[in-house]
């Protein structure tokens, strides 16, 4: 059932900003942090009214009385009533977009938060089966109107929740996973570019896979079909996308490191999915770091390497710290990279801009007495999209860098 509109005749809620901190939502960015807000309050999820000190009208935002992003925004327009319609035309526009993004694979995103005017609300398609997070109050309140318009925008009947992100509580939400609408398998077999990859949409994950990282596994095949790799590190490597793509390009040997047995699992079997034999991958349960200083210490070498960790700093006040981690593995990274090899790292931290992690690459390189050229600077596949009005969807970066 569909929260109410409020009628013309009954006062909406209204949230007061404290003076000059308008200037924000005048720049079209959708967050209202608790400290900007003069008075005025809602229930969780409740769409209010954002004026400025003086009255002036801001935007329509979803309420969150726990949240430190205490509202996000739905709409700069004051005439544009926040009701189911708006929830229609708002997820057929993001699913409409992704017709214009030549994306080779069955796994999308559909729905990229922010970016898509849908705060706090990730949705991902595997086939025949959405997967669905919702994150903030504002979408949790909204969720059975969203749900219905999904699966009647997609022509689909399947839609999994995995509510299951830390971010809930911090929103004062509790975690919610199973069957939104219809019922289906939770083991996939997801088609991207020329290989296939299991996914598991109950246990993966964020929504069961890194369907972000798309393109770069592109490009690492593109690399290692036109390179001839012999010998690839692949560093947390999860279900071993990138040790696959590796494999397809025809890289003689893949070592892939994860410190998840069960990832490590599902990384064999997306190998032997592939149709390679279980000689040409090994795999490793261990802690990456640990194993890099060994692996140095053994006098290895690689051809390529790939660093892809887990989040280091989620908000900027975790950048230092995150900072000397990145440094860490990346100087240990260029040890083991043969000259002329090839190393893919990325940062997926938020905290953490394209320019800083560049500036900690770069000290990485120094430490380790080896220079290198960058080839590209990587990101997101194109359906997670970013807006130039909200800079904190970039949160994943990568660089391409080729040792002298």
Not at 41 to 60: H, I, K, M, N, P
Not at 213 to 235: H, I
Not at 268 to 295: I, W, Y
Not at 369 to 377: A, K, T
Request: overall charge neutral.
């Amino acid at each position: 059932m569909c929260p109410p509109w409020p009628s013309r005749t009954e006062p909406l809620k209204t949230l007061r900003l404290r003076p000059g901190k308008e200037r924000s939502l005048l720049r079209r960015h959708p967050w209202i942090f608790e400290s900007a807000i003069g008075r005025g309050a809602g229930d969780a999820g409740e769409t209010v009214r954002v004026e400025s000190s003086e009255g002036q009208f801001l935007a329509w935002a979803a309420f969150s009385p726990s949240s430190k992003i205490r509202a996000r925004v739905w709409s700069f327009d004051e005439h544009q009533r926040i009701d189911a319609a708006f929830f229609i035309a708002t997820c057929e526009g993001a699913i409409s977009a992704r017709a214009r993004f030549d994306i080779k694979s069955d796994g999308q995103r559909l729905v990229h938060g922010e970016s898509d005017g849908l705060p706090g609300l990730i949705v991902d398609r595997y086939g025949d089966t959405l997967v669905a997070q919702f994150t903030s109050a504002g979408v949790e309140r909204w969720k059975e109107t969203i749900a219905d318009t999904l699966l009647a925008a997609t022509g689909l009947t399947q839609l999994y929740e995995r509510s299951d992100a830390s971010s809930r509580a911090l929103e004062g939400l509790p975690e919610a996973t199973g069957w939104l609408r219809g019922q289906g398998e939770v083991e996939l077999v997801l088609q991207e570019h020329d290989w296939r990859l299991s996914v598991n949409i109950a246990e993966g994950h964020k929504t069961g896979f890194y369907l972000d990282q798309r393109d770069s596994r592109k490009r690492f095949f593109d690399y290692a079909r036109r390179l001839k790799f012999e010998r690839v590190l692949n560093c947390y490597c999860y279900t071993g996308g990138f040790t696959v793509a590796a494999l397809m390009g025809g890289a003689a040997h893949v070592t892939s490191i994860d410190s998840s047995g069960p990832a490590l699992d599902k990384a064999a079997a997306n190998v032997a999915l592939n149709g390679f034999e279980a000689s040409r991958a090994t795999f490793l349960d261990a802690d990456v770091n640990a194993t890099l200083r060994q692996l140095i210490e053994q006098g290895r070498t690689f051809d390529a390497i790939v660093l892809d960790p887990p989040k280091f700093a989620p908000t900027v006040a975790h950048a230092e710290r995150a900072a000397r981690a990145y440094k860490d593995i990346n100087r240990l990274a260029f040890k083991l990279l043969a000259p002329g090899g090839v190393l893919f790292t990325y940062s997926c931290s938020g905290g953490i801009s394209a320019d800083l992690f560049h500036k900690i690459v770069a000290s990485a390189g120094c430490d380790a007495g080896v220079d290198g050229f960058i080839h590209e600077r990587m990101g997101g596949a194109p359906d997670h999209r970013m807006t130039i009005n909200f800079p904190e969807g970039e949160y994943l970066k990568g660089l391409v860098v080729m040792r002298k």
